[in-house]
């Protein structure tokens, strides 16, 4: 039992005998102890159920031992000499105690876990503790900071109250010295006067009681006016006269009429400045494309060709190849090379070989066998074209175009030798493209353009030539650039003013040209040999190529369907309505007959039930109306009346 019981005390001795940790407080020792205390009282509780346990199993197997036991209250020392237990009891109860060892280490483990969780927790807390403590000097430092602050702004507000209280009285003794001094003087001013008028009645000649009377009356009239005057004063002495008033606010009208008209010019100048940056980003972004694009290209593209090689070999020389190449690109040099050449080829020929009579041959070329070619020159070409639209302008009732050109052959050459001059010139106008009488006539003659462009580019030309003729008063052939200015404008309206600068630069204006600066403009409208005209007049025909382009381009973004989508009659009349305004019904009319291929008297009435009828393919429509002469008559949006 000795033993047990050092055991107990070594088991309850060792959470006692750890080092106690720094920063534990006397409280946490305290409670650490009665912690001990606790845990050895229910040790010696658990040996004191052994022990029981023990006699109960001794008293199990010694039968009459129950007698043997002592009872409470009797003496130990009897007890132990009338008791021996047996051996298997001893036995047993070692045993016992044996297989209670690894409860006890096990209780030992527990134990020391437990502790090290509480010194941990408590540690946790500790450190929890402390910074809540450095919290709350910091804010009662703060508090004391703070009222610190307000004990010293009240008592600077208290130090001002008692100045403005001394002030104040200082100003009111003032006020009542300085009312007490004015009443001093006023009544030595009035004794004196009083005194006079005593002295002195005969000079006034009235009564002095009468004078005293109104005296003091006139006084009270002067005090009650002084009484009204500062009144007045105090109540308007901020007020500012009415002129002044309107005079400040027209200027501060003006000011702000001028920060309005400044707000909005700064604010357009803002967009123009986003605007032009985006411009500018967008030219680098082209800039850095076409860098990249002519990279490529002189890695990639053959080596530009030396077109001076081509001198010897064209017929007529340098100066001939020099005068082909002038102005031209390497496109419509590589044309130029193959007219040439084709044109050698087509000398060579004797005879040409019969199309026959299908259908898909043209009328002026439907023969069998072959065909004598007439071998005439270009300028023979060219002057007999020249000769055909003479007299297809002249003629008075227009018959289809092949028919009236394989007449006009017959009546020049015969009906034996028309056939042979029809295959001539057609080989011959197919041949040169860089020709434009030639190209003109070919288009015209193959239906790709109708006859009508022509005309009216002709009289186009005749009008600009009339014009500038009625202009130049002295019949000298020169004007200024000033007059050839208005006089392109006044005939081409419609025109940008980048477009009548193309004109002038192609007549001849320069930007270092002076407005007084002359011009011949008889040699815009001349024309070589080979029918081929000046700049200025290619100009005029490129300029409207691109503006018929354009305008059927509008016509095709205000339908906003796809090429190959149906459109009816009411869709397109509607449509060119809306680009040009200035149509008339008649040139409408036109249009529309051209583009549905209907003859004008078949036409639908407007408004009609028919109309949703009639539809054609888009890109079919479009293609027919790039046949005719089809361009703007008026401005898009009608312009108000000045």
Known sequence: MASQQSRCYSVLSVPSSRT??????????????????????????????????????????????????????????????????????????????????????????????????????????????????????????????????????????????????????????????????????????????????????????????????????TRQDLTRTQMELNTMKANFGDVVPRRDFEMQEKTNKDLQEQLDSLRADYEEVRKEHEMLLQLHMSTLKERDQFFSELQEIQRTST?????????????????????LAEGRNSDQLVDVLLEEIGEGLLREKDFFPGLGYGESVPSFLQFEGPVENKKPTKKDVVNLLKDAWKERLAEEKKEKFQDFFFNFLERRFGPSDAIAWAYTIFENIKLFHSSEIMSQFYAVLMGKRSDSVYVNQKETIAQLLKEMTNTDSQNEGILTMEQFSTILKSVFPLKKEEKILELMEAGGWHSSSNNADFLNYRALFLEDEEGRSEPFVQKLWEQYVEEKNEYLQELKQEL???????????????????????????????????????????????????????????????????????????????????
């Open 20 to 217: 106690r940790p720094s920063g534990v407080t006397i409280d946490e020792a305290f409670l650490l102890e009665a912690k001990s205390t606790q845990k050895c009282k229910l040790s010696q509780k658990w040996k004191t159920l052994l022990a029981a346990g023990a006699l109960w199993h001794w008293q199990a197997q010694v039968p009459g031992a129950a007698g043997k036991l002592p009872t409470q209250g009797a003496p130990l020392g009897g007890t132990q000499q009338r008791f021996y237990p047996g051996t298997e009891a001893a036995a047993h109860q070692r045993e016992r105690i044996r297989a209670l060892e690894p409860l006890k280490a096990k209780l030992v483990t527990v134990n020391e876990d437990c502790n090290e969780r509480i010194l941990a927790m408590r540690a946790e807390e500790r450190h929890e503790i402390s910074m809540l403590k450095k919290e709350k000097m910091k804010l009662l430092k703060l508090i004391d900071k703070k009222n610190e602050e307000k004990i010293s702004l009240q008592s600077e507000v208290s130090k001002l109250r008692k100045s403005l209280a001394e002030e104040y009285l200082h100003y009111l003794s003032e006020r009542d010295a300085r009312k007490i001094l004015i009443a001093d003087l006023n009544e030595l001013r009035y004794q004196r006067e009083d005194m006079s008028l005593a002295q002195s009645p005969g000079i006034w000649g009235e009564d002095p009681v009468k004078l005293t009377l109104a005296l003091k009356m």
């Open 303 to 323: 080596p530009r060709p030396d077109w001076t090689k081509c001198e010897d070999v064209v017929a007529g020389g340098p100066e001939r190849w020099q005068m």
């Open 560 to 642: 906003g369907i796809e090429l190959y989508s149906d459109v009816t009659l009411p869709q397109l009349r509607g449509a060119l309505m809306s680009i040009d305004p200035s149509l008339d019904k008649q040139t409408l009319n036109t249009y529309i007959s051209q583009a549905f291929q209907l003859p004008v008297s078949e036409l639908p009435e407007e408004g009609g039930e028919k109309e949703e009828g009639i539809v054609v393919w888009l890109q079919t429509a479009l293609e027919r109306l790039q046949v005719i002469d089809i361009r703007r008559r008026g401005p898009r949006e009608q312009e108000p009346a000045s």
